[in-house]
Nanobody
Framework: QVQLVESGGGSVQAGGSLTLSCVGS????????MGWFRQAPGKEREGVAA????????YYHDSVKGRFTISQDRGKNAVYLQMNNLKPEDTAMYYC???????????????????WGQGTQVTVSS
């Protein structure tokens, strides 16, 4: 099993920045990619960013390109999401996820990920 714990959420004004962190423990060797998803009330969970363990293949949702950056520290089994120029529409619960078995073409899909954190809330006010 793999356990994922997120941190770093909070409340900011539009234009502000936050960095989310996620640390994995357990059988992390199983996973070949990690990512971030978000879910706003009444909406489906959507992929925000994901990256393979080698940092070669990276996915970003169109709405966050140029504003968000995903990175990893494999030595710490950690993945980060640097979020700049935040907008009110970025408000959501953000989830860290880890997976294996799919190519990068599936990084936007929740069903490509096997393990999930409990989430951290990000609220952006206008």
């Amino acid at each position: 099993q793999v356990q994922l714990v997120e941190s770093g959420g909070g409340s900011v004004q539009a234009g502000g920045s936050l960095t989310l962190s996620c640390v994995g423990s357990g059988d992390t060797y199983r996973n070949t990619y990690m990512g971030w998803f978000r879910q706003a009330p009444g909406k489906e969970r959507e992929g925000v960013a994901a990256q393979d363990n080698g940092g070669v293949r990276t996915y970003y949702h169109d709405s966050v390109k140029g504003r968000f950056t995903i990175s990893q520290d494999r030595g710490k089994n950690a993945v980060y999401l640097q979020m700049n120029n935040l907008k009110p529409e970025d408000t959501a619960m953000y989830y860290c996820a880890a997976g294996h078995g799919y190519s990068y073409r599936y990084y936007a899909r929740p069903d490509a990920f096997n393990y999930w954190g409990q989430g951290t809330q990000v609220t952006v006010s206008s």
